[in-house]
C-alpha cells in the first residue's frame, strides 16, 4: 500500500487505511444501520424539545413555543449527529472513491 | 374476499352505473374462518402461521442432515445463510456476531416469508401489514438489546453508557435525547418502517388490481385496464424489491442496536 504521499498530506486518512479492515472489528465505525441511527436522532431530538416546546404553549397559552421547541430539537441533533458521525476517518472508516 | 374486491366481482365495471369500489381499511380487515370461543382465527394468523412452518420446513430440509458435499436444498440454505451472516450481522457485530447467526437468520426469512404472501396469487396479503404481527417482533428485539446491554454491562453501567463524554452542559441538553432515542424512538421507527411500507403496498397492488377488473368492458376501458394491467405488474415488481428490502432493514438494524448495546463509546 503506497501511503508515503499521503501520510504527508492527509496523515488522518493515512492512518485510517492503516487500522485495518473495520468488518473484522466491531464499534463506532459507519454501517449500514447509522444512517438510521441519524434518523432516529432527528425524531427524537424534535420529539423532546418538541414536546417540552409543547408543555410550556400549553401553559403559557403562547403556542409559538411549540415549533421553537421543535426546530431547537432539529438543530440540537443535526449539531449531534455532525459531531458524531461527522469525522469518519478517526472512526477507523478507510476513506473510499478516488482517495482510496 | 373482502369488501372492495367483493363489489368488483360481483360485475360492477365502468359505464355500468356504479363507482370505483375503491380499496381501503376495510380490505385489511377479515371476517375469522374459524372461531375457537371468543377468539376468531383469521386468513392473516393462517398466513403468519404458514410463514413459520415454510421457514421451519425449508432448513430443516436443508440442514437435518448435513452433508461435506452439499445437496441442492443444502447449498440454497448454506447460501441463504452466507448472506445474513455477510451482509447483515458481520458489517455490524464482526465476527462476535456470529452467535446471534440463527436468531437473525429465523427472523430475516421468517419475515421475509410473511412479506412475501402479498404476491403469492390466492394468498395475497402481506402478514405484517396488520401490526399486531409486528409488535411482537419489535419487544422481542427491545428485550433482547436491553438484557445484553444489561449483561455486558451491567445494570447502571448500560444506563451510563447511554451518556455520551461531552461536558456538563451540553449533558444536559443532550441526556434526554439519548433516552428518548433508546426508549421510544428506535423500537416504534423500528416497527412502524415495516408496518407502513406493507401497508402501503398491499393498498397500491389491490387499487391496481380492482382498478385492472372495473375497467374492463366491452368499450374504450379496455385501454385503461391495459394501462392498469401494466401497474399492477410494475408493482407487483417493486413489492418484490420493498419485501426483501424491509426483511433486510429489519434485521440491519436489529444487528446494529445489538451492537450498540455490547459495545457504546462516544
Redesign the interface.
Known amino acids: 500500500m503506497i501511503t508515503g504521499m499521503r501520510s504527508a498530506r492527509r496523515p488522518d486518512r493515512a492512518a485510517a487505511l492503516e487500522s485495518g479492515n473495520p468488518r473484522t472489528q466491531a464499534g463506532e465505525h459507519l454501517t449500514a444501520g447509522t444512517g438510521w441511527n441519524v434518523f432516529s436522532y432527528l425524531i427524537a431530538g424534535m420529539l423532546c424539545y418538541g414536546g417540552l416546546g409543547w408543555l410550556i404553549s400549553h401553559f403559557t397559552h403562547i403556542s409559538v413555543f411549540f415549533p421553537i421547541g421543535m426546530l431547537v430539537g432539529l438543530a440540537i441533533s443535526v449539531g449531534w449527529i455532525i459531531y458524531r458521525y461527522g469525522r469518519p476517518f478517526e472512526q477507523g472508516n478507510p476513506p473510499k472513491g478516488d482517495d482510496r | 374476499m373482502t369488501g372492495s374486491a367483493a363489489a368488483a366481482a360481483g360485475g360492477c365495471h365502468i359505464f355500468s352505473g356504479c363507482g370505483y369500489p375503491a380499496p381501503g381499511l376495510n380490505d385489511f380487515n377479515f371476517t375469522p374462518l374459524f372461531t375457537i370461543g371468543s377468539f376468531g382465527f383469521t386468513k392473516p394468523m393462517l398466513l403468519a402461521v404458514l410463514s413459520a412452518l415454510a421457514v421451519i420446513v425449508f432448513f430443516w430440509a436443508a440442514f437435518a442432515k448435513p452433508k461435506l458435499i452439499p445437496g441442492r436444498t443444502q447449498s440454497l440454505g448454506e447460501m441463504g445463510l452466507l448472506a445474513v451472516r455477510d451482509q447483515?450481522l458481520?458489517?455490524?457485530?464482526?465476527?462476535?456476531?456470529d452467535t446471534y447467526l440463527p436468531f437473525i437468520t429465523s427472523l430475516f426469512f421468517y419475515i421475509l416469508v410473511c412479506n412475501l404472501m402479498e404476491l403469492i396469487p390466492l394468498l395475497q396479503f402481506p402478514v405484517m401489514s396488520r401490526i399486531g404481527f409486528v409488535w411482537p417482533l419489535v419487544f422481542m428485539m427491545y428485550g433482547l438489546y436491553w438484557y445484553l446491554g444489561f449483561k455486558a454491562k451491567g445494570f447502571f453501567g448500560y444506563f451510563r453508557s447511554w451518556i455520551?463524554a461531552a461536558p456538563l452542559p451540553i449533558l444536559i441538553?443532550?441526556v434526554?435525547?439519548?433516552i428518548?432515542?433508546y426508549v421510544?424512538?428506535?423500537p416504534f421507527?423500528l416497527g412502524v418502517r415495516l408496518f407502513a411500507n406493507m401497508f402501503a403496498g398491499h393498498l397500491l397492488l389491490s387499487i391496481f388490481m380492482v382498478a385492472t377488473w372495473y375497467l374492463a368492458s366491452l368499450s374504450v376501458g379496455l385501454l385503461y385496464a391495459a394501462g392498469s394491467l401494466f401497474m399492477v405488474f410494475f408493482v407487483f415488481l417493486l413489492e418484490l424489491l420493498v419485501d426483501l428490502l424491509q426483511a433486510f432493514?429489519f434485521t440491519?438494524?436489529i444487528?446494529?442496536?445489538i451492537?450498540d448495546s455490547?459495545?457504546h463509546?462516544?
Do not use: F
Not at chain 2, 458481520?90 to 456476531?97: D, E
Open positions: 447483515i458481520r458489517p455490524a457485530l464482526g465476527k462476535k456476531g455520551p441538553i443532550l434526554p435525547v439519548e428518548l432515542k421510544i424512538v428506535q421507527t432493514i440491519t438494524l444487528s446494529t442496536y451492537a455490547l459495545e463509546q462516544h
